[in-house]
């Protein structure tokens, strides 16, 4: 078990209000990185960080912003959500070279 | 950035060998060849990498092209929990953060 975690698990919400989902890692990893994925797209690579308050942006990061204040925590915020971004988000941890994915939050935008 | 192709789904019975085939003709010299794997409602998990050289772990063998343009994720004995989508990705230089997940190739386990 690679000791990362999602929260929520699934949300659904209105068009237009802030959503947050959180990462959170017991395993004090440098990277922490969020995805999405989508039917027909695979995973695409929204935000990552490199260490605490250090972020940079994926292949698909607008209409997200990200935050780290501690190694623990990587935050993914959608400050107004649109139904295009009904979607499965997965958090991942770098472990040496190896990537550990969370079990995903499944977010319906109505 | 070089990308992978991949067969979009294939089949094989339980307990027989299983060999998935990825193409990469324009990869570079610094990229790694990774291989994740993603079941059902989980987040992928890793399997294998290699540069060059073939390699084996508990998991799987990974047998490369010698002009490194193609590779092979061999199960050895296919079980109903590998039934799952397979991912080849390119990796620069081993580290690098923009792993680009392709569609894979979905594999069926036939009981």
């Known amino acids: 078990d690679a000791g990362i975690t999602q929260s929520p698990r699934h949300k659904v919400t209105e068009t237009g209000t802030p959503v947050t989902l959180r990462c959170h890692q017991t395993?004090?990893?440098?990277?922490m990185y969020w995805y999405r994925q989508d039917p027909g797209h695979g995973l695409r690579l929204i935000h990552y960080?490199?260490?605490?308050?250090?972020?940079d942006k994926g292949e698909v990061s607008d209409g997200y912003s990200v935050s780290r204040s501690k190694t623990e925590d990587f935050l993914l915020t959608l400050e107004s959500a649109t139904s295009s971004q009904t979607s499965v988000y997965f958090c991942a941890i770098r472990g040496g070279l190896e990537l550990f994915f969370g079990e995903g939050s499944r977010l319906t935008v109505l | 950035d070089a990308k992978t192709t991949q067969p979009n789904s294939m089949e094989s019975n339980e307990e027989e060998p299983v060999h998935l085939p990825c193409n990469h003709s324009?990869?570079?010299?610094?990229?790694?060849i990774h291989w994740y794997r993603q079941l059902p409602s989980q987040g992928p998990e890793y399997v294998i990498h290699g540069l060059t050289s073939n390699v084996n772990n508990r998991m799987a063998s990974l047998a490369i092209a010698e002009d490194r343009k193609s590779s092979t994720l061999i199960l050895h004995r296919a079980t109903l929990r590998d039934a799952a989508v397979y991912y080849c990705i390119l990796r620069p230089d081993n580290a690098g953060n923009m792993l680009t997940f392709g569609g894979g190739t979905r594999l069926m386990v036939k009981p």
């Open positions: 395993e004090n990893h440098r990277y």
């Open positions: 324009t990869i570079s010299g610094t990229d790694y």
């Open positions: 960080s490199y260490g605490v308050k250090d972020t």
